[in-house]
């Protein structure tokens, strides 16, 4: 008796614990990647798309690293065709995400996707990240080509184009100590 009540609150505490993580984990997700947006939103409005390639190509490491520095938990973007070098999914990340782009198939909802896990002693968590329209004017399959000339030069082996609306463009990903 006495051990399965310790059993139990064992597993109680670890998945409260758990649960807590990736509370922490979404609520920085959203803050992130709504400030990001916003950076996004503005620089589209004010010089459109040529304007906000800065926003990402600078705007969006920065934000990052700010992030990162403020918290022990760390977080990136990554995704199965990244346009950043840096961004490229290292293998329990591409498992991941070759994993969302079989629940998207099986009809579950983009925008509430997610995935935590905890590895040794490291607890990880992904988001999908969806395409909306906005998206499109420099993920999409009709890019500008003033666009697509400058994100030639600045990524050469850019693979992230031929998005749709409600594809999955990537996930934010980030680990904190268990
Ligand atoms: C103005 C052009 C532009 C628009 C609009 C844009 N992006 Fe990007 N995106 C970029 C650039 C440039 C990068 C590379 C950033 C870097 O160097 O870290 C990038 C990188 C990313 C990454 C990181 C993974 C990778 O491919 O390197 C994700 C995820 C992403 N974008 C999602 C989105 C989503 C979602 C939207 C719409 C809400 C969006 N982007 C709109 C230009 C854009």
């Excluded at 990880?124 to 395409?131: L, Y």
């Excluded at 400058?150 to 996930?171: E, Q, W």
Aim: proline share 4%; hydrophobic share 40%; charged share 25%.
């Amino acid at each position: 008796m006495k051990k399965t009540v310790l059993l139990l609150s064992t597993l109680l505490l670890t998945s409260l614990a758990h649960a807590d993580q990736a509370m922490v984990a979404k609520k920085t997700i959203k803050a992130f990647g709504g400030a990001l947006k916003q950076e996004l939103v503005k620089a589209m409005k004010e010089g459109g798309p040529m304007n906000a390639i800065s926003t990402c190509n600078i705007k969006a490491p920065e934000l990052t690293m700010q992030t990162n520095k403020d918290s022990s938990a760390k977080i990136s973007r990554t995704s199965l065709k990244n346009r950043n070098p840096g961004n490229a999914p290292n293998e329990w990340q591409r498992a991941v995400l070759l994993k969302f782009e079989q629940r998207k198939a099986a009809g579950e909802d983009v925008m509430k996707m997610a995935y935590s896990e905890v590895v040794g002693d490291e607890f990880r968590f992904m988001k999908a990240i969806p395409t909306d329209d906005v998206c499109l004017k420099c993920h999409g399959s009709n890019i500008d080509p003033k666009v697509t000339a400058l994100l030639d030069k600045l990524y050469p082996g850019d693979k992230a184009r031929g998005y749709k609306k409600g594809d999955i463009r990537g996930a934010f990903y980030i680990t904190m100590p268990k």
